[in-house]
């Protein structure tokens, strides 16, 4: 008797239960999906990256056939880098020497030419024939990447 639930034992032993592949002490070993598999699923979210802007600088400039110019630098992260197709939503406040105030709402298409990547760096450039390199203007703008992710919101001065 003891034979015989020794040799019952050392047979259980040797063989392996999966339940992934749904085999019941059928042929023991490690078991390898194909690719094929379809019981085993991917339920890992997917990857979203919500960009995070940094440190902000916001000076006068003279770039040409433009004229004066404000160039915004601001660092940037983000995991997904998809800046490119994104949009800055800005909102410059204007103070002039006499004392006036204006406020303007804008978007600026983050598409190579009106605002672009660098090192880490995104850079955008405000300007036309009536800017006043004597007044001060506050920028706050946050920056929504091509897959619809919103940053913080930063804040700066340029006097």
Request: hydrophobic share 35%.
């Amino acid at each position: 008797m003891n034979r015989l639930f020794m040799t019952c034992f050392v047979l259980l032993a040797g063989c392996t239960v999966s339940t992934t592949n749904n085999n019941f002490a059928g042929g023991g070993g490690d078991y390898t999906p194909s690719s094929s598999d379809t019981s085993l699923s991917d339920t890992a979210m997917p990857v979203t990256s919500t960009p995070a802007l940094g440190a902000v600088t916001a000076v006068f400039d003279e770039y040409p056939s433009y004229g004066d110019v404000i160039e915004v630098t601001v660092a940037y992260t983000d995991a997904e880098d998809d800046l490119e197709g994104g949009t800055i939503f800005l909102t410059v406040g204007l103070s002039q020497s006499d004392g006036a105030t204006s406020d303007a709402d804008m978007e600026i298409s983050i598409d190579g030419s009106s605002a672009w990547t660098s090192n880490g760096d995104l850079v955008f450039v405000l300007g036309g024939a009536k800017l006043d390199t004597s007044a001060s203007y506050s920028l706050s703008f946050y920056i929504s990447d091509a897959a619809g992710n919103e940053s913080n919101e930063v804040d700066t001065t340029c006097k």
